[in-house]
């Protein structure tokens, strides 16, 4: 990663959000299994409750569970389109530190796989309080069950994984997502009408090999070592109720603690 | 965008969220659309406590829909399903804004909806 770069909102843009928006089809294909941990913290929510999915992607979570009801954000317009369509949910395009949400709104809360993405500590840290921000606080009657969010972010840890990341290794690395050629015939049938009218037969013939050849995209995330999520949550106002690891992941199921307010207070 | 969307909408900007005046967000030049689904009574019973239905009337009004009665359905009003239900359905899950915009009754930024997706990015001098 070049040194030279700042982080922060515009290396973001480049480096996250244009690459999901490019990708989203190929990308949305390849998610529909939900995770496990996922699965079972949607399942067991109260029948009726009303939570958000903070950086929905396609919706894969919104399927879940039908006896709930999940307003989804993302900040890609492409995934929203897709993730919109499982009924009866509702989803929008927003940026997961500026969310278009009253304060206090929801009983439950998931941002999966998402705050990786973000490229500082502080950013990371104000995604966290964005989320615990949606939580309903407890009205301290009896029988009434705390509000809860589920964070999930990829693990520095993962020797295992064909990456190979662990310990000691450079938190902020660039992962490739690679389009084989094939996926993209459509568009370079086009490309190669467009070229032909311009270009003779040979450069355009060379041109549409490169094209078939796989296309790599680039994306930003920020590797969690252990404890790090844990400290996440602390800094942004939030108890950590469980925690864990699971398949090259962190999770943690956090709350906002008792005497939190209102963002600014 | 379904306009049972709009109870749980408001501002992205932060120090909005705290004004009252930030929600409900006002559709102007909204252009509906009517999406039809298939009535869930399980759904309507979870989701009736929790609709804001002071603000809920205030939006039809603005969208020129007939006017919702004073009071919020009982659960017990929903029957199997009785008209009240079916309206309710029509109401807040097919009746949807496909072109318009939202706009903040607190600082009067205007959020786009097109083709039925509300966006709430921010312009760079507002984050």
């Known amino acids: 990663m070049?040194?030279?770069e700042a982080r922060g909102e515009g290396y973001e843009a480049e480096h996250v959000h244009s690459v999901y928006e490019e990708i989203a089809s190929h990308f949305s294909s390849t998610r529909y299994k939900p995770w496990p941990i996922v699965e079972r913290f949607l399942k067991e929510l109260?029948?009726?409750a009303v939570?958000?999915?903070?950086?929905?992607?396609?919706?894969?979570?919104?399927t879940v569970n039908p006896r709930v009801f999940i307003v989804a954000s993302d900040r890609s317009t492409n995934l929203v389109k897709i993730a919109r369509q499982h009924q009866p949910h509702v989803a929008v395009v927003a940026d997961n530190l500026s969310l278009p949400h009253p304060l206090y709104c929801f009983d439950f809360a998931i941002s999966i796989a998402v705050i990786h993405h973000l490229s500082t500590?502080?950013?990371?840290?104000?995604a966290v309080r964005a989320v615990l921000d949606l939580l309903r606080r407890p009205s301290g009657d009896v029988g009434d069950s705390e509000s809860r969010a589920l964070i999930y972010v990829w693990a520095l840890e993962q020797k295992d994984s064909r990456r190979g990341w662990d310990e000691g290794h450079e938190q902020d690395v660039m992962v490739p997502w690679v389009i084989k050629g094939g996926q993209k015939a459509k568009r370079v049938k086009g490309q190669r009408k467009r070229k032909s009218e311009a270009e003779h037969q040979d450069s355009e013939e060379q041109t549409l090999a490169e094209q078939l050849q796989s296309k790599t995209y680039m994306r930003y995330y920020h590797l969690y070592r252990k404890g790090e999520l844990r400290h996440d949550i602390e800094e942004a106002g939030g108890v950590v109720i469980d925690s864990g690891y699971e398949k090259d992941n962190w999770w943690a199921i956090a709350s906002p603690k008792?005497?939190?307010g209102p963002i600014g207070s | 965008m379904k306009l049972l969307t709009l109870n749980f909408l408001t501002c992205a900007i932060k120090t909005c969220k705290t004004s009252p005046s930030s929600f409900p967000l006002h559709p102007q030049d909204a252009?509906?659309?009517?999406?039809?689904?298939?009535?869930?009574?399980?759904f309507l019973r979870n989701i009736l406590p929790r609709l804001m239905w002071e603000e809920l009337r205030g939006i039809t009004r603005e969208l020129g829909l007939p006017e919702l009665p004073e009071t919020a359905p009982a659960a017990e009003d929903l029957g199997e399903p009785s008209q009240v239900a079916k309206d309710l359905h029509r109401l807040l899950l097919e009746t949807s804004i496909r072109e318009g915009k939202l706009v903040c009754g607190?600082?009067?930024?205007?959020?786009?909806?097109?083709?039925?997706?509300a966006n709430f990015l921010l312009p760079g001098h507002l984050v």
């Open chain 1, 258 to 260: 008792r005497d939190t």
């Open chain 2, 31 to 42: 252009e509906l659309e009517i999406v039809e689904s298939d009535v869930n009574m399980a």
């Open chain 1, 51 to 62: 939570g958000a999915d903070v950086g929905c992607g396609n919706g894969k979570y919104l």
């Open chain 2, 106 to 117: 607190n600082c009067g930024h205007e959020y786009a909806v097109k083709e039925g997706i």
């Open chain 1, 46 to 48: 109260p029948d009726g």
């Open chain 1, 2 to 4: 070049s040194k030279l």
């Open chain 1, 121 to 126: 500590s502080a950013r990371r840290v104000e």
